[in-house]
């Protein structure tokens, strides 16, 4: 368990999980659907998650360069390994909405 919580430690992996789970995006598009994300904590966490195996950086050889971060294998398996935990998140949000006092 250890193991597997190591590699989506920190604020932000899970949401790049999730966002990169529709397709490949390039860092710009990324930051911008995660406000408060600054780029280099973005730069930061994608090369956390392509030394674990997780993100393929794929750069084209163009004038500008261009990047663009996809999912791998590894990364979807994952993905879908934490699709359980996603749903007990969203039933215990629930759980709380429903405990607050109606005003």
Same mark, same amino acid.
């Given at each position: 368990?250890?193991?597997? +919580?190591?590699? +989506?430690? &920190? #604020?932000? #992996? /899970?949401? *790049? =999980?999730?966002? %990169?789970?529709? !397709?490949?995006?390039?860092? &710009?598009?990324?930051?911008?659907?995660?406000? &408060? %994300? /600054?780029? #280099? *904590? %973005? /730069?930061q966490t =994608?090369?956390?998650?392509?030394?674990? !195996? @997780?993100?393929?950086?794929?750069?084209?050889? *163009?004038?500008? =360069? #261009? /990047?663009?971060? $996809? @999912?791998?294998?590894? !990364?979807?398996? %994952?993905?879908?390994? @934490?699709?359980?935990? $996603?749903?007990? !998140?969203?039933?215990?949000?629930?759980? @709380?909405?429903?405990? =607050?006092?109606? $005003?």
């Amino acid at each position: 368990m250890t193991a597997a +919580i190591a590699v +989506i430690d &920190g #604020k932000w #992996k /899970t949401m *790049v =999980l999730w966002l %990169l789970e529709s !397709g490949p995006h390039r860092p &710009g598009e990324l930051r911008r659907r995660m406000p &408060g %994300l /600054t780029e #280099k *904590v %973005l /730069t930061q966490t =994608l090369r956390e998650m392509a030394a674990d !195996g @997780l993100v393929h950086r794929d750069v084209h050889d *163009v004038w500008p =360069l #261009k /990047t663009v971060y $996809s @999912l791998t294998s590894f !990364g979807r398996e %994952l993905s879908e390994a @934490l699709a359980p935990l $996603s749903d007990w !998140g969203h039933r215990r949000l629930e759980n @709380l909405a429903e405990a =607050l006092p109606v $005003s």
